[in-house]
């Protein structure tokens, strides 16, 4: 009798280990110089797939990430903070993307990202300004809307804004639409399923929507959330070198 409850105990504990080890993120990190570990609260710049490194920075090491598994821990988000994780322990204050596997139709369902570990002087100046807001007085807030590749791609939906239609969103969509009116509104979208949220709309600021589709009963389902600005505009310049490619 005790060697069958040990027997399964085993087994238990060997379905628990390949669960956990299947949901975990691959990680690879290659270091060519040595400086201490940041904080753990420290923050790190992100350069997009479009953006130069500063001059005057130290480059660290390389780290590649790639989600693993369904949900959040195959997200951009999830993705991105392991990645910033690495960085910390290596002693940057930065990373630059130099590769970003997005979600795909036909194969991988995470984000994989290959990113530059560095340290860049005076970073406060070169990451600290508000990046979200419009340059100049204007009369305006923009919303980019995005969506990329992965489930549910032939699904497509009208986004509103109260009582206007916005845009069309695709699969592979990129559009920054111009708003005029300021206040509280309503973005909603709808197939066999209303979908929607309230957004507060400023003049000068800029926004990013991340558009995606859940699984329904006879169609997929609209869905869609107000992303961090660093992310967005980090996703957005992802598609847009994915087009120029293909261009």
């Given at each position: 009798m005790n060697n069958k409850r040990m027997k399964i105990r085993i087994i238990?504990?060997?379905?628990?280990?390949?669960i956990l080890n299947s949901c975990s993120p691959k990680i690879s990190t290659?270091?060519?110089?040595?400086?201490?570990?940041?904080?753990?609260d420290e923050a790190i710049g992100i350069l997009s797939l479009m953006e130069p490194i500063p001059a005057g920075s130290d480059e660290i090491g390389t780290v590649t990430v790639h989600g693993v598994g369904l949900g959040s821990g195959c997200g951009f988000d999830f993705v991105i903070?392991?990645?910033?994780t690495e960085a910390r322990n290596a002693g940057g204050n930065a990373v630059k993307i130099m590769k970003?596997?997005?979600?795909?139709t036909h194969g991988n369902s995470c984000h994989k990202i290959t990113a530059r570990i560095l340290k860049v002087e005076n970073s406060k100046e070169v990451f600290g300004s508000v990046r979200n807001e419009i340059p100049g007085d204007v009369n305006y807030a923009i919303l980019n809307v995005y969506r990329y590749g992965?489930?549910?791609s032939l699904t497509d939906y009208n986004l509103n804004l109260g009582d206007s239609l916005l845009c069309r969103v695709k699969n592979n969509f990129y559009e920054p639409v111009k708003i005029f009116t300021e206040g509280i509104f309503t973005l909603w979208a709808e197939t066999e399923k209303l979908f929607k949220f309230p957004v507060n709309i400023e003049f000068?600021?800029?926004?990013?929507?991340?558009c995606k589709v859940a699984p329904g009963i006879l169609e997929h389902w609209p869905e869609f959330?107000?992303?961090?600005?660093?992310?967005?505009?980090?996703?957005?310049?992802?598609?847009?070198a994915k087009k120029k490619q293909k261009d």
């Open positions: 238990v504990l060997i379905i628990a280990s390949f290659k270091l060519i110089r040595d400086y201490p570990p940041l904080d753990s903070e392991q990645v910033k970003h596997k997005l979600p795909s992965g489930y549910g000068g600021k800029e926004y990013y929507l991340r959330e107000l992303v961090w600005e660093q992310n967005g505009r980090i996703e957005v310049a992802t598609l847009e």
